[in-house]
């Protein structure tokens, strides 16, 4: 079985992050990156998936500068993909790099890709589905837990939603947004860093994919970037437990108007 | 400006509250201009009759062939909305179902698309959007121009409702979705709901919500019974997700749910940052925590400095007895 999988470099989730002063830029410089966590199950669902079909091969796809590459397809190596393609570029957005997949994956025809549910930087959701339709393979997303039929042709996925969970059956291949709850993704072992030396990815640039011109440009032109509004100090009330709650409810009552 | 096409979900034939924000949305957006909306599954008729008082000129209806929700269909069947209309802007709640098929949409339709707007505002020839990326560390005001059409997903709770004056047409359209063999290959089996009586977390107006100082599953009892003195839907931390004290469909959070409510009331939880990234929109934060130094009290508007397991019951005493005043 032919795995594909998806990896984008965002930072940390407990990065603290700063606007540049005239709010047109994010200052990132200094501030750790990582591989985005959810893209992180992904590539753990297809290492579950290779070991469960003997024969089968890891591809890993990183969209992005040569960060991008040296984290995101150097971990990928070292907990063992077999080959990883770097797109090399830094401005593209979800849609093209969506679009920049869609053309590697025209050429190497996984029978399953795996991506994370979402990007924890722009948090937009549209890659696996964007990635499926342009492929015309179906979809499933922000799946919980994977098994994938012995014949290879189908794979049952668990996926929650706000107040309950579904199973689905998914021909493959199909695109696969993973969440949570796949398997602790693993860390690299020694041999697999050691390993990892002797791979090199296979560096495109969006123009040798197709992707160039009005396909390459943004959909939305970011023109301000600000922090989230700041909230006063709030008031905090240290009277014994009976008083404490009879004053809260007081307030949200009288002072907050809420209840 | 072309029209406006709302995705308009529904619980079993009751329009959900975040369709009226998205209706109330769509009247100012439309500012005459066509502002159709579609309904899809069991009950989408009954839905849909709702629909004309909040402003819609045709609501198209797909019921048949829709009993059990299909991923592929369901685009199918939106897109097939869009066909006549052809929307500039396509609105939707931001949720499971946004989630499963705006990627797909607009691939499809060849949208922009902006997810988890909590402003958007006709700009130009176009729109302007303002959307926390980076978890909610960011806020980012961004414009979506030119020919293309925009599917933006609005925040539940983040926009404010009101009936128009005056109802409009509501023509109800049946949208014939063709049964194709593309549907057979995402077949959801099985779909199970939790909870039931409670309100839904992602859109309640009142969240209550308990961490590891809890300490155990039963001890989440006094979470329980707050949230049910008010109406609230209870969450949980991730710790306490993580120890079991809370099943994961409660977890609000980075990795759970975003929630916006009126009211968040954070019981014995310090607020880690993917903790915030999930609440810190909430209208009104209230803490409830013994340590005066936890990182949730910087962003509570009302905290309570105390043992949570004499001041939450304490608390629902008090809810009880304004309520029944």
Redesign the interface.
Known sequence: MNIAVCLKLVPATTADIKVAPDGKSLQLSGVEMVVNPYDEYALEAALRAREASAGSKIEALAVGGDDASAKCLVHAFAVGADTAVHVKDATLDSRGAAKAAAAVFKASKPDVIFCGRQAIDDDQWLFPGYLGELLGLPHASAVSNIVIAPDGQSATCKRRFEDGEQTLTVALPAVISIDKGVGEPRSPTLKGRLDAKKKQAVVKTPAELGVAGADAQAALSIQQYAPPPQKTPGKVITTVPAEAAAELVKLLRNEAKII | MAGILVVAEHNGGVLKKNAQELMTVARSLAAGAPLEAVVLGPGASKAAAELGAWGASKIHVAEAGMEA?A??RWVRAVAAAAQTLKPSTLLMSS??????????????LGA?????CVALKPSGSGY??V???????????????GD?PLIATLRPNAFSIEKPASPAAGAIETLNVEQTP?D????????????GKRP????AGIVVTGGRALGSADNFKIIYDLADA?GAAPGASRAAVDAGYAP??MQVG??G?TVNP??YIACGISGA??HL?GM??S????AINKD?NAPI???????????LF??VP??T???KK?LKA
């Open positions: 929700y991923p592929l949720g499971s179902l946004s989630r499963d098929i705006t990627g797909r949409l607009s691939a499809r922009r698309l902006a997810s988890d302007q959007i959307r926390p990326i980076l978890a909610g560390r960011v806020r980012v005001t961004a414009e979506a121009a293309a593309e057979l290959r995402v077949i959801v089996t099985e779909f199970s709901r939790a909870g839904d977390l992602s859109e008010i994961h469909a980075q990795t749910k009126v009211l940052i993917q990234a810190r929109t209208k009104y934060i209230v005066p009290l910087k962003i509570a508007d009302y905290a309570i400095i105390g043992d004499q001041v304490a608390l005493e008090e809810f304004m």
